[in-house]
């Protein structure tokens, strides 16, 4: 379910923090509830620590973030709760960030140099692409709209297979076409000077 809250300049803490209890009691059932948006600059960003298990960490998205979250938050409940009893409200937010306007400085206080383990989830950039692909490409999935939006036309055009009885709007060769004309992938290749 991650970020379901709509962001506008002007809000809050406690209007977001309302807006999202809202949203994950089921008290808003619109369409608007489940906008995808991208996080406004002073939101929390992917960058987590602990002081108490001294880790700093950056969780890129796409990369197994959300189970890296869950396994964190039942690390600080000390047994109290497995990570598949979390709510998402304690997935995504029971764990200290690094604030986005301020993390340079107060990276500094919690590096190897302090004694936190520091470290960087990553995942192979064609997998990434997959997982993209199967989770926003599916019919029905409310990014769909802005994917249509943006991309419809472009992506129709691309399309060469029937994609009436399949569970995906568009199929993958489409999806990575589409990419081909806006980003550049670069795959790793195995060297010996990095092992």
Request: proline content about 4%; charged content about 30%; hydrophobic content about 35%.
């Amino acid at each position: 379910m991650a970020r379901r809250l709509i962001f506008t300049k002007n809000s809050t803490f406690d209007e977001l923090k309302k807006l999202q209890q809202a949203t994950l009691t089921a008290k808003m059932n619109d369409d608007k509830s489940c906008t995808p948006v991208l996080p406004i600059k002073s939101a929390k960003n992917e960058n987590f620590y602990s002081d108490k298990f001294k880790y700093s960490m950056c969780l890129p998205p796409k990369t197994g973030c959300t189970n890296w979250q869950r396994g964190l938050v039942a690390l600080l409940k000390n047994g109290e709760k497995t990570p598949e009893d979390l709510s998402d409200y304690e997935v995504f937010y029971d764990l200290d960030r690094f604030n986005s306007t301020d993390m340079k400085k107060e990276r500094a206080t919690r590096g190897s140099a302090e004694g936190y383990l520091t470290l960087v989830n990553t995942r192979h950039p064609l997998a990434r692409l997959l997982s993209a692909w199967h989770d926003k490409f599916r019919k029905g999935h409310p990014w769909m709209k802005y994917i249509e939006k943006m991309y419809g036309n472009i992506l129709k055009k691309l399309e060469k297979r029937d994609m009436t009885l399949e569970k995906f709007t568009y199929s993958f060769e489409a999806f990575m076409e589409l990419g081909q004309a806006h980003y550049v992938v670069v795959i790793p290749v195995e060297d010996d000077r990095f092992s």
